[in-house]
């Protein structure tokens, strides 16, 4: 039951990645359906970690938890958000030098920088227990913002050097 939680949750962003690209009749490159579904595994094991952390706080104030998340494990939810990251971070390195065109231009390459560095980042928040909220501390923690600036300039930059 744990397992399939977690593994709905995801699968629900990677269709909407896949839905996304379909729309735009856009080639879906196999290396970012990878990192799109480990990505948001990563997002959601991080998610219920941090809820778990939180629920444990609470119950030893109120006694209260809920029943689903109250059956998995800090140690487990640790272990398959980092795990996810493991395979996120060569997924989407390997998606951006599959895409990069011949020659000087590095692009597409620097895009690498920003995404591993924001995703060591949110692992921070991940590890404390706070990544209860992903969209919270993606567009309130200042590194995570110019990051994400950061690969956007850089992706701007690589679709117009194509």
Not at 7 to 15: D, E, K, P, Q, S
Not at 16 to 21: D, E, H, T, Y
Not at 47 to 68: N, P
Not at 138 to 151: F, P, Q, Y
Request: contains cysteine.
């Amino acid at each position: 039951m744990l397992v399939m939680d977690l593994a709905i949750v995801a699968a629900g962003f990677l269709m909407r990645a896949m839905a996304g690209g379909m729309a735009q009749n856009l080639p879906l490159s196999r290396w970012l359906l990878i990192t799109s579904g480990f990505g948001a595994l990563f997002i959601v094991a991080a998610k219920r970690y941090s809820e778990l952390v939180l629920m444990t706080q609470r119950s030893q104030q109120t006694g209260a938890s809920r029943a689903l998340l109250a059956a998995y494990t800090a140690d487990y939810l640790r272990f398959v958000w980092q795990a996810a990251a493991a395979v996120t971070i060569p997924a989407y390195c390997l998606w951006a030098m599959e895409h990069s065109p011949p020659g000087p231009s590095p692009w597409r390459q620097l895009l690498m920088i920003p995404f591993i560095l924001g995703t060591l980042r949110y692992a921070v928040f991940a590890d404390a227990g706070t990544a209860g909220s992903p969209e919270d501390v993606m567009l309130r923690d200042r590194s995570m913002v110019a990051l994400g600036l950061a690969w956007a300039v850089l992706y701007s930059s690589a679709v117009a050097d194509l």
